[in-house]
Nanobody, 120 residues
Framework: QVQLVGSGGGLVQPGGSLRLSCRAS????????MGWYRQAPGKQRELVAS???????NYAASVKGRFTISRENAKNEIYLQMNSLKPEDTAVYYC??????????????WGQGTQVTVSS
């Protein structure tokens, strides 16, 4: 089965940095788009950043210039470097893997979520 495990969240002061990591297993993810979503209490889950199978990155306007997504295919891992964090970045962050061809029966797989709290 496909499993995604995210880590790296925590409590940080405004202006600080965190690096999220996600390790995926159960498939060859080289042909997948992978990324990070976040969900704050009372809000819908939103895309933060994604990285295509050809390493083309896309970012939400709110994080562009502050966050950087990367992936290491040999390890089936993706990362999210978050700099200049703001209180509005506080949310649960979810790792995502998207298979446009539904090779294992579904399009999207999700990590368990890791909490990021930005507060002074």
């Amino acid at each position: 089965q496909v499993q995604l495990v995210g880590s790296g969240g925590g409590l940080v002061q405004p202006g600080g940095s965190l690096r999220l990591s996600c390790r995926a297993s159960g498939s060859d993810f080289n042909g997948y788009s992978m990324g990070w979503y976040r969900q704050a209490p009372g809000k819908q889950r939103e895309l933060v950043a994604s990285c295509s199978s050809t390493f083309s990155a896309n970012y939400a306007a709110s994080v562009k210039g502050r966050f950087t997504i990367s992936r290491e295919n040999a390890k089936n891992e993706i990362y999210l470097q978050m700099n200049s964090l703001k209180p509005e970045d506080t949310a649960v962050y979810y790792c995502n893997a998207h298979d446009p061809y539904r090779r294992l029966g579904k399009y999207d797989y999700w990590g368990q979520g890791t909490q990021v709290t930005v507060s002074s």
